[in-house]
């Protein structure tokens, strides 16, 4: 691949490209592609031109700040301080050939010429001379693998530790000293008790988040020119005792059945997909905005159409991810949120005998994809609190009475003798009330059952009906 540079005043304070994406794949070209313009803050002019291939050159005001994105329309325009964005208009980047680009501000020029494109990949700029590379795209921050001289204070390492009833966390920043650092704590288990603080910090630091338990941590710096080490969400968990966990391992099943593993959010508290994935075993598993619920499970599997073929729950999440193939002698998964690992189980051929799939927290033979039996409460803090007025009733006699205190509406079913909802009742969140269950109007004499649901959690209580 060959790069010429035509000619670019290599003036500290002149705009230069420093980023072309023309072939995106996720979406249409349009839709996707953009030009990404470095600006020194110290330099003004008049107005700045772009011109592709020798058409007549886009012209836009000269615009304040660090960078100039352009692209079609506001939908890749981020919302970060010093970015600036304009319209590529009626410019259309080709992806199947080469490319010249002129750039002329004042009296800075930036000329490039730029080989046929790869999909999915961006040209970005090695320091001020001629040399592109194609690497993942970087939309509105700087590259610091590529560009020099980039304001950026990032954090570059933390660690933590559970001590007795807090967690001790401490951490160093890098490329800065003398700022503020601004967190977040939350409890999964009781998500009411939200924190936000910060502190003043010298590179160095340490805070106590007072949970006892499991807790989501969030830290933040200020933005600047390299986004993508300001932000850090961890899991403060311990492994194997973490609200997010693997219930549920198939990894010889008979076919046509995929190999699939379940994950299931014990906590109160969503948890976003885009920081879940199996360590070592391909990539997250969302974008932003996704999420796995509070007590609701995922399927995973490299083939989820086969999988949904096959399971006969038709309201079961499931996950396309490429988590490679699971060994049937004997192997291991483990859990990951960003790059902490938070659960990990193994198998061997003394586990269960294939094609049976088991679940690592009983060890036991289990085929219930998507959801959560009768061992749910072994995984962490059950999700609501429940009473019941008796567990022996008379068929004359009083009703049953149950009640239930949840911050997420739980379903009430009664059972009868043979397994079959004959009632059913929603308890609204929040309602702590007591519910009446008419146990004589539909349940015989002996044993009748009830059933109490929220999300993928379920409880079932045995009662007894009496003459």
């Not at 304070?13 to 249409?28: G, L, R, S």
């Not at 619920?293 to 729950?313: F, G, K, W």
């Not at 079961?316 to 991810?321: K, S």
């Not at 239930?404 to 929040?430: T, Y």
Request: charged letters at 25%; glycine letters at 8%; proline letters at 6%.
């Amino acid at each position: 691949m060959k790069y010429i540079l035509f000619f670019s005043s290599l003036v500290a304070a002149c705009p230069q490209f420093v980023e072309v994406f023309p072939d995106p794949t996720d979406v249409a070209d349009q839709q996707g592609e953009f030009v990404e313009i470095r600006m020194d803050p110290s330099f003004r002019a008049e107005s700045l031109l772009v011109s592709l291939d020798g058409k007549a050159p886009l012209g836009f005001a000269y615009p304040k700040g660090g960078r100039l994105i352009l692209s079609h329309g506001n939908g890749l325009c981020p919302e970060k301080d010093g970015v600036a964005c304009e319209d590529l208009g009626s410019y259309t980047l080709p992806n199947s050939r080469e490319t010249a680009w002129v750039l002329q501000a004042g009296t800075c020029r930036d000329s490039v010429y730029l080989d046929k494109p790869k999909p999915g990949k961006s040209f970005q700029r090695k320091g001020y001379g001629d040399q592109w590379v194609l690497d993942e795209p970087s939309l509105g921050y700087g590259n610091s693998l590529y560009e020099l001289d980039l304001d950026d204070c990032g954090i570059s390492h933390v660690e933590y530790e559970l001590r007795e009833d807090y967690w001790w966390v401490s951490g160093k920043l890098s490329g800065c000293k003398n700022t503020w650092l601004y967190y977040r704590y939350r409890d999964m288990f009781r998500p009411n008790a939200d924190r936000d603080d910060s502190l003043r910090i010298n590179e160095f630091f340490t805070f106590s988040v007072p949970v006892k338990g499991p807790a989501w941590l969030q830290l933040r710096l200020a933005d600047d020119e390299i986004s993508v080490n300001n932000v850090l969400d961890t899991l403060l968990a311990q492994v194997g005792n973490s609200p997010l966990m693997v219930t549920e391992v198939h990894h010889c099943p008979e076919e046509p059945m995929p190999e699939w593993v379940e994950v299931y959010n014990a906590s109160r508290v969503a948890i976003p997909l885009s920081k879940v994935r199996l360590c070592n075993r391909g990539g997250f598993w969302g974008v932003e905005g996704d999420s796995i619920e509070p007590y609701r499970s995922v399927l995973v599997s490299r083939d989820t159409a086969t999988l949904r073929e096959q399971v006969v729950y038709r309201d079961v999440t499931m996950i396309q991810a490429s988590i490679g193939y699971l060994n049937n002698r004997s192997g291991s998964v483990s859990l990951c949120f960003g790059e902490a690992i938070v659960d990990s189980v193994g198998w061997d051929k003394q586990t269960v005998d294939c094609p049976l799939g088991f679940n690592p927290k009983t060890g036991l033979a289990e085929n219930t994809p998507g959801f959560q039996g009768k061992h749910s409460e072994k995984y962490g803090q059950e999700p609501f609190a429940y009473k019941l007025s008796s567990r022996v009733l008379r068929k004359r006699g009083e009703p049953l009475r149950v009640r239930v205190e949840c911050d997420r509406d739980v379903e009430l079913n009664l059972l009868d003798s043979a397994g079959h909802v004959v009632w059913k009742q929603k308890a609204p969140a929040m309602s702590n009330t007591w519910w009446n269950v008419p146990v004589q109007e539909y349940a015989g004499v002996g044993a009748a059952y009830i059933r109490l649901t929220s999300g993928s959690f379920e409880k079932v209580v045995g009662i007894v009906v009496r003459p």
